[in-house]
């Protein structure tokens, strides 16, 4: 209960963000919410170590954000980042490769042969720290095999100290219970390639047993965890077992995507599936996802990739097409990475029906056949303009 001297303070899983307008956001549960110009002003009263006047306060909206967790009325003492106006569009999601070096050598690794690099500690204080003034949401946590990075322990013990998401992504082989509890991030993504027949054609003798045991003690740790899936040859069956085994265990957020033939899938093309096979299983998968768009633009509006050689990318599949590098900061290579204008597609063309949901599918994937010079558009620029053929199937554009 209330009383007339109880003042109103932001939570330690609440910060304030400014992106294209000013918003609160809840990391903990990844949900972002606008504010209006007296809410921005009562929630910055509530960020300041007086906490906000009850009496100025929206009573309705005081009360929303106190059942949602976003308010409390115990002082917490937690570093408040500055709130800085962020470019537009704005970077919220932040693809952080930390090291190439991996335990697995799987055969549908776009990376190929991992080539021992890692970002020093150093480097990746300083993008944590500008992606943290950028107004940055959620950051992914990456490899190779992030828990192989040289110095993961130094890495860990840097992440509490930011207000956005923090995400590790990971084959599960390396962890245990102990390792599980000093993790410092918000989720762990677990890659699960098929059931155990399935994830094992992929990813070798012995390694769904691992993942699983991870999984579940991820689970019994009260962690968030998600599963990130990739259709394959060899698990094509295995889609509605997975579908099942996910939703009993409470796993959130499942991913379903195909692979692109790069990397160690080249030398391994009886992986790959048609467009009209894998097209069909991107039906499954569940949840939020990891990064979304904005009206009229296609995939990855918000998201860049930062690789272990220290270049600054759309996304990792773009790597032999840096926008810049970290020596010269995060913000300057954003502003180089254009976003894809779904007017210019091919897609547009035809006047899809489903053009503003799909929002063109993987660019990359759709480029890779213009720039053979067998598709349309050959030539036509970085992201193409050719259809995704997966997901055009996917959306019953192709039968």
């Known amino acids: ?15 304030l963000k400014w992106l294209e307008s000013p918003c609160l956001y809840d990391i903990r549960e990844d949900e972002l919410y606008e504010l209006d110009e007296e809410g921005l002003a009562f929630i910055k009263e509530c960020s300041g170590t007086g906490g906000g006047d009850p009496r100025k306060a929206d009573k309705a909206f005081a009360e929303y954000c106190i059942s949602e967790g976003l308010l409390t009325l115990m002082k917490i003492d937690v570093r408040r980042p500055p ?15 930390i090291t ?10 776009y990376l190929g042969p991992p080539l021992n690099r890692e970002l020093s500690i150093l480097e990746l204080k300083s993008i944590l720290d500008e992606f943290e003034t950028m107004q940055g949401l959620r950051l992914l946590i990456t490899g190779g095999e992030p828990l192989m990075h040289g110095r993961f322990s130094e890495m860990n013990e840097l992440l509490p100290g930011y207000a956005f998401r923090k995400i590790l992504f990971t084959n599960g082989v390396l962890l245990n219970r102990e390792l599980i509890k000093s993790l410092n991030v918000d989720e762990l993504q677990f890659s699960i390639d098929g059931m155990e027949r399935g994830h094992e054609a992929i990813r070798g003798k012995g390694t769904y047993r691992h993942v699983m045991d991870a999984l579940k003690s991820a689970l019994d740790a009260g962690m968030a965890v998600s599963v990130a899936t990739m259709v394959h040859s060899e698990n094509l069956s295995e889609f509605g077992e997975m579908e099942t085994l996910f939703l009993s265990l409470g796993i959130g957020d499942w991913t379903v995507d195909v ?13 790959c599936v048609p467009p009209d096979t ?17 009206e009229g633009f296609g995939c990855g509006l918000h998201l860049a990739a930062v690789l272990a050689n220290g270049d600054i990318c759309k996304c990792a599949f773009y790597a032999v097409s840096p926008a810049g590098h970290i020596r010269d900061g995060l ?12 007017s210019e597609l091919e897609c547009a063309d035809f006047s899809c029906p489903e053009l503003n949901e799909c929002r063109g599918g993987c660019r990359y994937r759709a480029s890779m056949l213009e720039k053979s010079g067998k598709g349309p558009g050959a030539g036509t620029g970085l992201y193409g303009v050719g259809r995704d053929f997966y997901k055009c199937f996917y959306y019953g554009i192709m039968k």
């Open 331 to 342: 913000a300057a290579a954003w502003t180089r990475i254009k976003p894809v204008n779904l």
């Open 83 to 97: 709130v800085l106006r962020s470019q537009v569009p704005s970077l919220r999601y932040l693809e952080l490769q």
């Open 100 to 109: 190439d070096r991996c335990n697995l050598r799987c055969r549908h690794c």
């Open 1 to 15: 209960m209330m009383n007339a001297s109880s003042r109103y303070y932001l939570s330690g899983s609440a910060a």
């Open 259 to 271: 692979p692109c033939r790069e990397g160690n899938m080249k030398n391994n093309g009886a992986f």
């Open 278 to 294: 894998g097209g069909q299983l991107l039906k499954y998968g569940y949840g939020k996802g990891l990064h979304g768009s904005g």
